[in-house]
């Protein structure tokens, strides 16, 4: 990559990500605006719908998103009736289920979804993609990684400064 794209681009890995991504989600929430749905909630609904029944720690996992950001899109889901909670055994446990609103709603939603895809896909290459794919997925691994093992030793140990950290 070449010219003014590749000047915007930091050589900072997380800040490219969020730049790429931002400019995506934006892509694809401009073509799914007719169903009313945002691609994260298109994305929450679609994982609801693959498990048939979903609680927080499941959809954390499958959609690899942070509890905050997860239980807000919940929320709008809720009031909206796109979901509902159901009961599970161990009362600790939010699990939630599509409506027929949410059902509804996931369908009308799929053929955007697919022509947002298919416009990026067009004007990557299916082929790129794979390889991007493949290069993201071990970037998720190592990142999902590190942070179980950071999470793990910053809950084992007290916060302290460390020499040469802001």
């Known amino acids: 990559m070449t010219g003014p794209d590749r000047e915007r681009l930091s050589p900072c890995v997380c800040s490219t990500l ?45 959609l690899a998103i942070d509890q905050t950001t997860l239980t807000r899109s919940l929320k709008l889901l809720e009031r909206d009736r796109a979901i509902e909670r ?19 709603a996931l369908e009308a939603a799929r053929p ?21 794919q493949r290069r993201l997925a071990h970037l998720l691994r190592v990142a999902l990684k590190k942070r179980r093992r950071t999470r793990g030793q910053s809950r084992a140990q007290p916060r302290r400064a460390r020499r040469g950290s802001l």
């Open 18 to 62: 969020r730049m790429v991504s931002r400019a995506v989600t934006q892509l694809y929430d401009d073509i799914l605006r007719p169903s009313g749905l945002r691609v994260t909630q298109f994305s929450i609904l679609g994982a609801i719908a693959r498990l048939g029944e979903a609680n927080l720690r499941q959809l954390e996992h499958t």
């Open 112 to 132: 955007l979804w697919a022509r947002a895809q298919g416009k990026v896909l067009r004007e990557l290459g299916t082929t790129a993609w794979a390889d991007a």
């Open 86 to 104: 159901v009961p599970h055994p161990d009362g600790r446990i939010k699990a939630m289920t599509l409506t027929s609103k949410g059902r509804r």
